[in-house]
């Protein structure tokens, strides 16, 4: 039920105070976008249940029902997502699991479909018969994780998918997203989550690009060196060297980073993170409360992950909230620009805003499900990535504050696994109801932490492939 019995902050729902009088067409575009979502921001969109506050009510029965839907044959207009079937899958599973379901009983299928998809080279392609690509790889690998068990682990043929790896990897240190095709970012991200999650080994086979005689490189080596290079002028992180900073670039090259080594130690080493937290916080806007992808361009729920998902991240590795570290964060030495970190920072983006947003915005009261923005269709990758952010908005992860080994990632065989714990954030303003929380999703693999822990120890305890 819209309700007028509610008063929303100004700063959610006026226009800003500050306003560059030059208008332009993206000027134009984010005034008709503001218009368009007026009804939103004031808490008085039809058919949302509102709280005191002025937040609407997760429809979580209803974002289960259309998610449970898109596991299911899909339209004749979606025919150009049959090269990204695992994605779909991923999304569906995914976001059905943020929202508290059990997705084990879609075990069999997610097998069976797997079984299809990959190649003998190494590897799944979007669909049967379809070149093996990293993006594809990983939304299968995370699939049978979210799934689980012996059986989805064991589709994984790890002694093929190595040898890809090691075919993609590139003297530079990154990756190539499919064997001959373009290097980025995204396969940075992508292999290091397979390796990690797959326990692959790091050692380089003789035929890859990245080899070299006195056998010293491995399958991370130049990695760090290479994310560093996608930092741009902005402050964020482009999908290649010399490219435009883009949001869900930003979350690959910290998931990336994060695998690498000890986060704390890692994501500052190759990243200049004042900068990038300046940059990031660009994204977030008012009154809106979302993120958008990149600078002068429209709030998205989906970069309530891509960039909202890198705050926790960043947070951990800052040592935000964790009572032992206060107060004990490295001292940061004066800097030039002023974008000096706080000794003890507070959280780094406004999670109130982004509730409102995702709950306000994103939510398709009619037949549930996730979306961009009012007035467009839910999708199952806004669904699932609007969840995501919303779990970040909700939860505060840390580190724990031993790092047990100090191997540098060329000397490691594999990569190791630093202790991530998570708690739900409870300071500031919680304008949502306890009954709204989602589970909480790991920072860096983009599905809950136990599902990433049971394939990680399955493939651990494995002598060999
Ligand atoms: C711009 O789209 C979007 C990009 C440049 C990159 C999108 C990439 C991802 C969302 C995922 C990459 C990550 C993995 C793990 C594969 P647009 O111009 O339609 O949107 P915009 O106006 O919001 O920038
Ligand atoms: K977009
Ligand atoms: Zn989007």
């Not at 004749?76 to 009983?105: C, K, M, T």
């Amino acid at each position: 039920m819209a309700t007028t019995s509610v008063t929303v902050p100004d700063l959610f729902c006026a226009d800003p105070a500050i306003r560059d009088a030059l208008q332009t067409p993206t000027s134009v575009t984010q005034d008709e976008t503001l218009n368009s979502m007026a009804l939103n921001l004031n808490a008085r969109a039809e058919r949302l249940r509102y709280n005191a506050h002025g937040v609407p009510r997760l429809e979580r029965k209803k974002h289960v029902a259309f998610l449970r839907k898109t596991m299911g044959p899909f339209p004749a207009q979606y025919v150009h997502g049959d090269a990204s079937r695992p994605w779909y899958i991923y999304w569906s599973l995914a976001g059905l699991n943020f929202l508290g379901e059990d997705v084990s009983s879609y075990r069999q299928r997610v097998v069976e479909t797997a079984r299809v998809m990959q190649n003998d080279t190494g590897g799944f392609g979007g669909g049967g018969k379809q070149t093996s690509h990293l993006a594809t790889t990983y939304a299968m690998v995370l699939s049978l994780a979210l799934v689980g068990g012996e059986e989805a682990f064991e589709v994984v043929d790890r002694r093929a998918m190595w040898k890809w790896l090691c075919a993609l990897k590139q003297p530079d240190g990154g990756f190539q997203v499919s064997v001959g095709g373009e290097e980025d970012v995204r396969g940075a991200y992508c292999a290091s989550v397979i390796i990690s999650l797959l326990n692959i080994p790091l050692d380089l086979t003789a035929d890859s690009p990245a080899w070299t005689p006195d056998g010293s490189a491995n399958l991370l080596s130049g990695l760090g060196e290479y994310v560093r290079r996608c930092q741009t002028y902005e402050g964020g992180i482009s999908g290649q060297p010399n490219a435009e900073a883009h949001g869900a670039y930003a979350f690959c090259a910290l998931g990336c980073l994060a695998l690498l080594g000890d986060p704390r130690q890692v994501v500052p080493r190759y990243l200049d993170i004042p900068r990038l937290i300046a940059w990031l916080s660009s994204r977030q806007y008012a009154p809106e409360g979302g993120f958008s992808g990149r600078t002068n361009k429209l709030v998205d729920g989906c970069y309530s992950h891509w960039v909202g998902g890198c705050f926790p991240l960043i947070e951990a590795c800052l040592g935000i909230d964790e009572d032992d570290n206060k107060g004990q964060s490295p001292p940061t030495q004066e800097r030039e620009d002023g974008l000096n970190l706080p000794a003890a920072p507070e959280t780094l983006f406004s999670r109130e805003g982004l509730v409102r947003y995702i709950l306000g915005c994103c939510q398709n009261p009619e037949r549930g499900g996730l979306r961009d923005k009012p007035g467009k269709g839910p999708d199952p990758y806004h669904s699932c990535y609007v969840l995501a952010g919303l779990s970040s908005a909700q939860h505060q992860w840390q580190l724990a504050s031993r790092w047990e080994d100090e191997k540098e990632p060329d000397s490691a065989e594999t990569i190791d696994d630093p202790v991530w714990l998570v708690l739900p954030h409870l300071d500031g303003a919680r304008v949502y109801e306890q009954e709204d929380l989602v589970r909480a999703i790991h920072p860096v693999y983009a599905i809950p932490q136990q599902h990433q822990q049971a394939i990680r120890s399955y493939f651990l305890a494995k002598e060999g492939f």
